[in-house]
């Protein structure tokens, strides 16, 4: 069983090589190719808040979106936005499937161990009732996270 | 008068009506199905004589309809027209009209001797014979008046099937279900060449009809007047091929060298079957094949000269085979064969008539003596061999006498029919023989074959019916009833008087108008008459007296006649006393080679066993190795392969990743190099 | 003065590949996780660095949808392990080989 994080090396290492292979091809080409464009030209315009800019097409407010440089030309994103946090909750809840089992009809909690030590019907029937009010527990805290997601993603 | 001929489909359906009310209620009948058939072909009797009638007295002179299209489409034919047509039809000559009268009199006269036959016999599973009576006396009333080839060839094969149920109606025997299928392979491999000449005439020509402007036989004609190529032949060569295509099922049904093995063992059936199929009408339909497309051949000297020399060769080829046989109906299958290699010499050497005379004569003698043998047989508790039999003159005079008139037809006496038609076959085969060698061995042939017949034939008489009796059962014969002799003196009668038709010799001699079958045969559709075919001779074949004709007629009469009375004179002189012995095997040699029919059961044997057998084991092989082998291979090779791939499937994610980058890396340098992205 | 956009591609595909080694040669699927984790973000840096470059937001944006799925395929991949846990009493990816020939 693995315990926890463990660093091994020797044989188990050699499919990295893969990746740093990988990564040398693509390295090749990055390098081969050559951007029109210097990043100099590049850039936002000076004055403008680039966080709003983002709210304002994430929420489809073209009113208030700013016309200068190429930050006019952003789309509008509000029905992926919504989109998205469907896809989100859905998720959630398949979690919670995933993560839940069966015991005789009876919803179990995520994570209780069936083969516990012996005797252990008891604290099995503790950690149902216990279960069930940790999901809940759980649910609120994914949902907690979802909205911190949806509204607050820059501080990641 | 004309109306009647609407009618004529009735003729072939009322015996298919008999065959299935036989098969289906044939247990709950009286008679088990007999009386059925006996109506039926007595109405078929009756509308054929009705129809003959019709010909005789219609203006026209034939009538020719065509009653259903099952098939018609473009036709990409060498000549002829745009498009072909498949088609059922009637055609009612004068030829078929006289064919429909004897199929069907033969067939109403052996319904009545069956019941004698068969029903008093007290033999089991009579529904099924009845049904197949009726099957074949519907095949072969529809392959009569059949207007085109195709609708022929397939009443052809019909009849061939009902002549395999019926060889094979004893089927608990050993021999008779052998003999069925022996009859049906040897026939079918001659069916064979049929087909592929019915398919080879309709893509040449267009078209498949028998008579009319549109038929494939003017369609010819104007082939080789044009001088044509068809299929990067000649035309004249082209129709001969074709000819002899057809002329392969013909050999085939009519029992013909070298496809006649059959028919001897096909007498392993009931003697009425042997009587009805195998005597007077199914081996008559090849003949009556080359009579009804007379027209075709005509065309072609080559096939003609090919017609008459099998004819002759098989004449005499089969009569020696009929002087050392015992059984009384092995004897009488041998004379068949014999006498049908008449008709074909006589077609051969351009004897339209005296062909199509000796057909019905025969059919009415052949039947005759096919039936007395089957009284004979009656009388004799099933005994069919001849040495057991012997003084049965007496005790059976009804049988004795039509007998013996349906033997001296037979021999080719005078006056019975045989002598007329078979003297007039020599005649045509003499005339054209002087001038052509070929014909003129053929004829020879014959000739000789007419000396063997009148010796079986009284061999076989006298060995039956004269002498003492050399077993019990014939000194005590069981008796026979009306339903045997009422055909045997119908059919007698009609041996004697049949001749009658056409007295060609005595035209010839004194000038009386005496031809009546000749006259009959100069009507019909334009191009199917006796004058047609006359005219078309007249390019084929020269003709030569000896002499004056009147002297070559009494020259040809006379040997013919001669040889006849002595190959009688001879079975007379051997077998016409008290206690006759095996006089044939004084023949040393020649006698096992005889008895053993020339080994042509051998030698068909060692074809088949000895050639046929070991190429179908080389191509099975073939098939099983190389064919199987590249199957089974394709795929041995892909449960190989996917059971050595299936094993990168080993369910660790990570080999799965691996996988997945090292296919990305390949794709990406793949991509690279040819998209210039490393340079 | 900015730096160009090549060292972003390269940072961002130095990041896909750590990832990646960390796929090909870890066992633990905490750690398979987070190897995910760090790739998707490869993925966002480079996003964000081609909006820079085009002067548009779209890639901006396109990051933070990135990240709330990230969120939703941690979700989902929580539950597997968890599931995975139980079933083999192991989070260990080489244990399962059910799903093979």
Same mark, same amino acid.
């Given at each position: ?156 | ?47 054929s004589l009705?129809m003959l009638a019709a010909v005789a007295g219609g203006e026209e002179g034939y009538y020719h ?7 018609? /489409? =473009?036709?990409?034919?060498?000549? @002829?027209?745009?498009? +072909?047509?498949? !088609? *059922? %039809?009637?055609l009612i000559d004068p030829l078929a009209a006289l064919m429909l009268v004897i199929v069907?009199l ?38 009569v008046y ?43 491999? /001659? =069916?064979?060449?049929?087909?592929? @000449?019915?398919?080879? +005439?309709?893509? !040449? *020509? %267009?078209?498949?009809?028998f008579a ?5 036989i ?62 007077a009408?199914?081996?008559a339909?090849?003949v009556y094949l080359v009579a009804r497309m007379f027209g075709y051949y005509a065309l072609?000297?080559?096939?003609l000269?090919?017609v008459a020399?099998?004819g ?27 006498q049908y290699g008449y008709m074909m010499l006589g077609l051969g050497v351009g004897g339209y008539v005296a062909g199509v005379f000796h057909l019905m004569n025969h059919a009415f003698f ?43 037809a037979?021999?080719g006496?005078i006056p019975f029919s045989g002598f007329w038609s078979k003297d007039e076959i020599l005649y045509d085969a003499l005339i054209v023989g002087l001038e052509?060698?070929?014909i003129?061995?053929a004829y020879?042939?014959g ?47 009609l041996a004697v008087v049949a001749g009658i038709a056409n007295l060609a010799p005595v035209y010839k001699l004194t000038g009386i108008e005496l031809t009546f079958l000749e006259s009959w045969l100069e009507g019909g559709l334009e191009g199917t008459t006796y004058v047609a075919y006359t005219e078309l001779l007249g390019d084929v074949y020269d003709t030569g007296f000896i002499?004056t004709e009147s002297t070559t007629v009494l020259i040809a009469a006379g040997l013919s006649l ?118 | ?101």
């Amino acid at each position: 069983m693995t315990t926890g994080p463990r660093l091994r090396l020797g044989e188990s290492l050699l499919p990295g090589v893969l990746a740093v292979a990988l990564f040398g091809v693509m390295a090749l080409v990055v390098l081969n190719t050559s951007f029109t464009t210097q990043m100099a030209d590049a850039g936002y315009p000076e004055g403008i808040s680039i966080t709003s800019e983002i709210g304002y097409a994430m929420l489809d407010l073209t009113a208030l979106q700013s016309t200068e440089g190429n930050v006019g030309n952003t789309e509008p994103f509000l029905a992926a936005f919504i989109l998205i946090a469907v896809v989100l909750d859905a998720a959630l809840d398949a979690s919670l499937v995933l993560a839940k089992r069966e015991s005789e009809g009876q919803p179990v909690a995520a994570l209780t161990s069936v083969s516990g030590s012996p005797g252990s019907t008891d604290s099995s029937q503790v950690a149902t009732t216990d279960g069930g009010f940790g999901d809940e527990a759980e649910t609120d805290v994914a949902r907690e996270d979802a909205s911190d997601t949806e509204t607050g993603g820059e501080d990641r | 008068m004309e109306g009647l001929f609407d009618y004529a489909p009735a003729i072939a359906l009322f015996p298919l009506a008999a065959f299935v009310i036989a098969l289906a209620f044939g247990n709950y009948l009286p008679k088990k199905g007999a009386i059925p058939g006996i109506v039926a072909t007595g109405g078929s009797l009756a509308l054929s004589l009705a129809m003959l009638a019709a010909v005789a007295g219609g203006e026209e002179g034939y009538y020719h309809d065509t009653l259903y299209t099952w098939a018609a /489409g =473009d036709a990409a034919s060498e000549v @002829g027209p745009e498009g +072909i047509e498949f !088609t *059922f %039809g009637i055609l009612i000559d004068p030829l078929a009209a006289l064919m429909l009268v004897i199929v069907s009199l033969i067939s109403f006269l052996v319904h009545v001797f069956s019941l004698g036959y068969m029903n008093d016999e007290g033999e089991t599973g009579l529904p099924r014979y009845y049904a197949g009576l009726g099957l074949f006396t519907f095949s072969m009333l529809a392959f009569v008046y059949a207007d085109n080839l195709l609708m022929a060839f397939m009443f052809f094969e019909l009849v061939g099937l009902c002549s395999f149920l019926l060889i094979g109606f004893w089927f608990r025997t050993r021999s008779a279900p052998s003999a069925a299928k022996k009859a049906f392979l040897v026939t079918r491999f /001659g =069916d064979y060449f049929f087909l592929i @000449g019915v398919i080879a +005439i309709a893509a !040449t *020509f %267009g078209t498949l009809q028998f008579a009319g402007n549109d038929s494939f036989i003017a369609a010819a004609e104007a082939a080789i007047d044009g001088n044509e190529q068809l299929f990067g032949f000649g035309a004249e060569t082209w129709v001969t091929i074709t000819a002899l295509l057809v002329l392969g099922g013909v050999v085939g049904k009519s029992a013909q060298f070298p496809l006649h093995t059959w028919l001897p063992d096909a007498m392993e059936g009931p003697t009425t079957v042997s009587a009805l199929i195998h005597a007077a009408t199914m081996v008559a339909a090849g003949v009556y094949l080359v009579a009804r497309m007379f027209g075709y051949y005509a065309l072609s000297p080559t096939a003609l000269a090919i017609v008459a020399f099998v004819g002759g060769f098989t004449a005499l080829f089969a009569a020696t085979m009929g002087c050392v046989k015992d059984d009384v109906k092995q004897v009488l299958a041998y004379s068949t064969i014999s006498q049908y290699g008449y008709m074909m010499l006589g077609l051969g050497v351009g004897g339209y008539v005296a062909g199509v005379f000796h057909l019905m004569n025969h059919a009415f003698f052949k039947a005759l003596l096919f039936l007395g043998a089957g009284a004979v047989i009656i009388l004799m508790h099933h005994e069919q061999n001849m040495w057991k039999m012997g003084g049965l003159k007496d005790k059976a005079p009804v049988t004795y006498w039509t007998f013996v008139a349906g033997a001296l037809a037979l021999a080719g006496i005078i006056p019975f029919s045989g002598f007329w038609s078979k003297d007039e076959i020599l005649y045509d085969a003499l005339i054209v023989g002087l001038e052509e060698p070929l014909i003129l061995a053929a004829y020879a042939m014959g000739l000789v074959a007419v000396f063997f017949t009148g010796f079986y034939t009284f061999r076989m008489v006298f060995l039956t019916f004269h002498g003492k009796p050399r077993s019990e059962a014939a000194e005590d014969p069981h008796g026979v009833g009306w339903s045997i002799k009422l055909p045997l003196l119908t059919l007698g009668v009609l041996a004697v008087v049949a001749g009658i038709a056409n007295l060609a010799p005595v035209y010839k001699l004194t000038g009386i108008e005496l031809t009546f079958l000749e006259s009959w045969l100069e009507g019909g559709l334009e191009g199917t008459t006796y004058v047609a075919y006359t005219e078309l001779l007249g390019d084929v074949y020269d003709t030569g007296f000896i002499g004056t004709e009147s002297t070559t007629v009494l020259i040809a009469a006379g040997l013919s006649l001669a040889l006849a009375f002595s190959g009688a004179g001879v079975a007379w002189k051997l077998y016409n006393v008290p206690e006759p012995v095996r006089h044939t095997e004084k023949l040393g040699g020649a006698y096992d080679v005889l008895r053993s029919n020339y080994y042509q059961d051998e030698y068909q044997v060692w074809l088949a066993e000895g050639l046929t057998l070991p190429l179908a084991r080389a191509a099975d092989r073939f098939d099983q190795t190389v064919i199987d082998g590249t199957v089974d291979g394709v795929s041995t090779a892909s449960l190989f392969g996917s059971d050595r791939v299936k094993r990168i499937q080993t369910g660790i994610v990570t080999n799965y990743a691996a996988l997945l980058v090292t296919g990305f890396i390949v794709l990406l340098i793949v991509l690279g190099i040819l998209g210039g992205w490393f340079v | 003065m900015s730096v160009a956009i090549e060292y972003y591609v390269l940072l961002s595909m130095a990041l896909f590949c750590i990832g990646l080694f960390g796929i090909l040669t870890r066992r633990n699927a905490l750690m398979f996780l987070m190897s995910v984790e760090i790739m998707l973000n490869a993925a966002n840096i480079n996003l964000i660095a081609f909006a820079f470059y085009h002067g548009n937001l779209t890639g901006q944006v396109f990051a933070l949808f990135t990240m709330a799925l990230a969120a939703a395929e941690v979700a989902v991949g929580l539950g597997i392990i968890l599931v995975l846990y139980r079933n083999f009493r192991d989070v260990d990816v080489t244990v399962p080989t059910t799903m093979r020939w």
